[in-house]
């Protein structure tokens, strides 16, 4: 029996009703990992050891209790953007090449609790810059429906992960998209929550005011689970609300489609405009049908400040990584080059370490951040894109006042070659273009696959499309059950795989 | 990652950093100035004071604020500035930052935002300094100082929370980074360029001190760099508009330095004047071995600090209760003290300004007049209270202090030091031996009475016995006494120290006297009194 097919809340029947041991389960991912990531790239490391040794903790457990949380015993893996104690942690870059954490993050604190099963740590891109992986200073990630594709970024590999396999469910981050734009190259399901739900605590920041630690799941049911088990306020992050925590999975579980008479669904039509592949977008307007069928009312909106969304989120999100990333100077922990590199004063020990240490889009990143935040340029991009936030902000909140959840695209384009837009920063940008409003009007939203388009390079093969719901602030649960509604009526999940 | 002890840097490479290169053309003859062309201009001075908070953790992670341990072990990830910290808020630090704002009569702002302060250094593990910068948790207030009998307003800009760096180490070629100082709370407070003499300036950075000490917010130890203050000084001719270019003068690390340093920039700007130069806008170092002040290398104040909000922060949000607590933790301050022992006491300006200028002091001192007020054995004037304990508590404390090697003294209780007064004041003890009791009941703890006891140092004033006793020492001094006689007054004091040196310091001196003059007036002029 291949017991590495399964979601979590099917592995968690198996433990429950004892047809299964957490150890078997561990092993057949293991085997699996051994088969197939070295075709696809998406851990950058694995730890079998401490994987067996969890899984064993957690099958004592199941033996002597009959209500255990239900990550207990799930085989996960976790993007190399968590710390996690004892292991190493590099951001995907050689500037953290031997950086061991001597702490836990929240979110691996409360899986901790949960007796998941950690199998290792994924590929990212650097710094969580980047919408393609590539940028990782270790690996390329490939894409498990077409190896000659990227999965998406920054969180690839954890998208490359669950879409092959190669774990149960992937814990990441997504600061513009970072999580469901890989979700939706991939064909799995990726949540972004409300900013404030997840402790960013232990989370190596990219943007603090942007960041948002999310789960990618091999369906909505899935996704509910992760999500309960790590969110809630933590005093270690400030940013953290005290928000009701609901009981996802129950909520997911009593979805119906009844629900969906009268949902007003908004559509905006600046999600729709050029750029994007007319074969997703033909996808997304059959989504919209079926949701009409269903009861929904559609109702045509517009998010006009969203043109400047790109333009507002290279600004904050560059100038609050170019203080953050501060931090590696090479004087505490992490690379450093000194005297023997021919370093003779501080200055170069700064100039050597971050030269060697940091890749070209980090250094790209850090030198706009750099700029932006100068003295005489503040106003003109700092202040001037915080306000394009705050239009952003109200361009949502007035749209919440006419319609229930939004609905649109997750990306513009499927799963794109390998090396086709490294070159071309900006077009790369343009990959979050429909994902990066919602972080900046902080507010929840998943991708849902809902189809797949022809693989223009690959006879017979496909790709992947995902569909993007956006709900209000803090409201997971209708987020998650409207998700689960078009799940159930899509049945991706029982048509397409990465066939790996 | 090496978390235990030092930090190594190595290979000197911080050297030249701190050590400033002296002689950078900038030699200024030290004080070339005269008194006449210095009345012709006027100093334009604003103060910026740092000052440590005396919290129990640090600002914004829980490690302990305290000092003097092992390098590198009073940190965290928080204030490591490790990869995925995040700060928190200390809300005792801002309790203290409010309380000393209210203090200082600066409007708090119910709203406030931490800022990012961004440069490089090795003592900032973040690489960036989390500060306040467009809004600060207080703004707009002022202090009132006095010098030489006037009384003038210094308007403070701001008063904002920060933390603190950690520090470097240098030993031999090796420079060494200990962070347990890193993220240790201090709040800025920023005068407005109110002040205008080197004397000024120190009477305003006193009176602050006096302020955070009172509130025990600061322990306000220059030398030790818990409280510290940067000068930005500019002059003019009189009557100009016209402000002049400031220079910062940093590294000021006493009160004593302050005055000086300011002093001497003064003088150095007028004389670039003078001498049709122009006053560059720079940061300066006081060096107080030359008395000089000296340029910083321009590349280190080359610095664009790029402040911006802190992402990683909510606003910091103030309710009115809140506020009102702190304000209630606000005792009567120093000025408000002296100005009421003036008022209710009678006490000079002198002896309000010693009593107030140590907390512990002035508290016992306000215990003492309440115990006196209730004192069925008596009372004692309060100038003479306020007299013991300028003259007598201060000084057998410093005694006690040496001879323990501690500040922690407990004082006497009230009642104890009251009825000693009264014993000298009754006469049955002289001063001198009442300060060897006060000095006792500090070391022991013992009541006076029992000292006195102990210590036999009863006075001996019945009439008879001293009588006879100096019958005794005019019998033994026969040419002193002939010479007394034959108008030598001044062997008088002669006869009173022997008496004293018989009874060992015992006798009451007034008495001492009354009888000897009795006796020798009845000895010189003959039995018939002629
Ligand atoms: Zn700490």
Same mark, same amino acid.
């Given at each position: ?280 977008? !033909?996808? =997304?307007?059959? *989504?919209?049908?079926? /949701?009409?069928? @269903?009861? +929904? ?7 006009? &400040? ?124 343009? !990959?979050? =273009?429909?994902? *990066?409003?919602?972080? /900046?009007?902080? @507010?929840? +939203? ?7 388009? &022809? ?46 | ?530």
């Amino acid at each position: 029996m291949d017991l590495s097919n399964l979601t979590i809340h099917q592995i968690n029947d198996l433990l429950k009703y004892r047809e299964v041991k957490s150890v078997d389960i561990t092993n057949s991912y293991i085997k699996r990992i051994k088969e197939v990531d070295p075709v696809v790239s998406a851990y950058l490391y694995n730890d079998f050891e401490e994987a067996l040794s969890n899984a064993a903790d957690a099958d004592k457990i199941i033996q002597k209790n009959k209500d255990f949380p239900y990550l207990t015993g799930i085989p996960l893996s976790i993007k190399d953007i968590f710390l996690i104690k004892g292991k190493k942690t590099t951001c995907a870059s050689k500037i953290l090449d031997n950086f061991i954490s001597p702490y836990d993050s929240t979110v691996i604190r409360r899986l901790k609790e949960n007796n998941y099963v950690f199998l290792g740590k994924t590929n990212m891109d650097e710094f969580a810059m980047g919408s393609s992986t590539e940028n990782s200073a270790y690996k390329i990630t490939k894409n498990p429906y077409d190896l000659n594709r990227v999965p998406g970024g920054s969180s690839g590999g954890s998208a490359a992960s669950v879409s092959s396999d190669l774990c149960a469910g992937s814990f990441g981050t997504d600061t513009g998209g970072s999580v469901r734009q890989p979700a939706s190259l991939c064909g799995v399901v990726g949540l972004k929550p409300t900013y404030g739900l997840i402790s960013r605590y232990g989370i190596i920041a990219f943007s603090s005011s942007l960041d948002q630690a999310g789960v990618i799941a091999n369906d909505v049911l899935d996704a509910a689970i992760m999500l309960k088990a790590v969110a809630g306020f933590d005093e270690k992050d400030q940013t953290t609300r005290k928000f009701e925590i609901k009981d996802y999975p129950e909520i997911v579980k009593k979805a119906d489609k009844s629900a969906m008479k009268g949902l007003k669904v908004g559509i905006p039509v600046e999600f729709f405009s050029e750029g994007l592949d007319p074969k997703i977008c !033909s996808r =997304i307007m059959e *989504i919209k049908e079926l /949701l009409k069928d @269903l009861g +929904a009312d559609i109702v045509d909106i517009s998010l006009p &400040d969203t043109k400047y969304s790109v333009a507002a989120y290279y600004v904050i999100a560059t100038s609050e990584a170019s203080s953050n990333l501060e931090r590696y100077d090479g004087i505490r922990f992490g690379s450093r080059f000194s005297k023997d590199e021919g370093v003779q004063t501080l200055d170069e020990l700064y100039r050597k370490t971050r030269e060697l240490g940091f890749g070209k889009e980090v250094k790209r990143r850090i030198i706009l951040g750099t700029f932006a935040l100068s003295a005489g340029y503040y106003d003109a991009y700092y202040k001037k894109a915080s306000l394009v936030r705050k239009l952003i902000i109200k361009n949502y909140k007035d749209s919440f006042n006419d319609v229930d959840i939004i609905l649109g695209p997750t990306s513009p384009t499927p799963a794109f070659l390998i090396g086709e837009k490294m070159s071309d920063p900006l077009s790369m940008y343009l !990959s979050d =273009i429909y994902t *990066i409003s919602v972080n /900046l009007a902080y @507010l929840p +939203a998943l991708s849902l696959p809902v189809g797949v388009i &022809d693989n223009p390079t690959k006879k017979g093969g496909v790709l992947p499309v995902g569909l993007q719901l956006i709900s209000p602030w803090a409201t997971e649960a209708r987020l998650l059950s409207v998700a689960k509604i078009i799940e159930d009526e899509v049945k991706f999940r029982q048509k397409y795989s990465a066939k790996i | 990652m090496d978390n235990s002890g030092y930090s190594e840097i190595g290979n000197s490479l911080l050297h030249g950093l701190n050590r400033q290169s002296a002689g950078t053309g900038d030699k200024q003859d030290k004080a070339g100035f005269g008194e006449g062309r210095l009345t012709s201009f006027e100093a334009v001075i604003g103060l910026e004071v740092h000052s440590q908070l005396l919290t129990k953790t640090k600002m914004f992670c829980s490690c302990q604020n305290i000092f003097g341990k092992e390098p590198n072990s009073m940190v965290c990830p928080v204030c490591l500035g490790l990869p995925g910290a995040i700060p928190v808020i200390n809300l005792e630090g801002v309790r203290l930052a409010v309380k000393a704002a209210l203090a200082l009569n600066i409007g708090i702002n119910k709203k406030s935002l931490f800022a990012r302060k961004n440069y490089f250094y090795p003592d900032l593990p973040k690489g960036y300094q989390i500060s306040q910068y467009l809004d600060p948790v207080s703004s707009n207030g002022y202090l009132t100082i006095e010098t030489d009998g006037v009384k003038k307003q210094i308007r403070i800009n701001r008063l904002h929370i920060e933390e603190d760096a950690g520090k470097l180490i240098h030993i031999g070629n090796e420079s060494y980074v200990d962070l347990n100082r890193a993220g240790t709370p201090l709040i800025e407070i920023v005068s407005e360029p109110d002040i205008s003499s080197a004397k000024e300036a120190a009477c305003y950075l006193k009176e602050l001190r006096d302020i955070l000490v009172y509130l025990d917010i600061s322990d306000g130890n220059m030398e030790e760099g818990s409280f510290r203050c940067d000068a930005n000084i500019s002059v003019r001719r009189k009557g100009d508009k016209k402000l002049g270019t400031r220079a910062e003068i940093k590294n000021v690390n006493s009160f004593k330095f302050v005055e000086k340093a300011i002093d001497y920039e003064i003088g150095r700007q007028i004389n670039v004047i003078l001498s049709a130069g122009n006053v560059l806008q720079e940061t300066r170092l006081y060096d107080p071995k030359e008395n000089v002040t000296k340029p910083m290398r321009s590349k280190e104040e080359a610095h664009d600090y790029r402040y911006f909000e802190e992402p990683d922060l909510p606003p910091l949000i103030l309710d009115a209760e809140f506020i009102e607590e702190a304000k209630n933790s606000i005792p009567e301050l120093p000025q408000a003290k002296r100005k009421r022992y003036a008022n209710e006491y009678a006490l000079t300006s002198y002896d309000c300004e010693v009593l107030t200028q140590n907390k512990k002091i002035a508290y016992y001192f306000e215990d003492l007049i309440k115990a006196n007020a209730v004192n069925n054995k008596g009372k004692v004037e309060i100038k003479k209270i306020s007299n013991w304990v300028i003259n007598d508590l201060l000084f057998a404390l410093k005694t006690v202090e040496n001879q323990r090697g501690s500040k922690e003294n407990d004082m006497p209780e009230p009642e104890d030091f009251l009825n000693l007064m009264l014993e000298v004041t009754a006469g049955n003890i002289n001063k001198n031996s009442g300060r060897i009791v006060l000095t006792e009941m500090l070391l022991t703890g013992k009541k006076p009475n029992d000292l006195i006891k102990e210590n036999n140092l009863a006075q001996v004033s019945d009439d008879k016995g001293l009588e006879d006793l100096i019958k005794l020492v005019l019998d033994e001094n026969p040419k002193e006494l002939a010479d007394l006689a034959g108008g030598k007054d001044k062997l008088l004091g002669f006869f009173v120290g022997e008496a004293m040196k018989k009874t060992k310091g015992k006798a009451n001196p007034k008495k001492v006297n009354e009888i000897l003059k009795r006796l020798i007036n009845s000895r010189t002029r003959g039995p018939d009194g002629i």
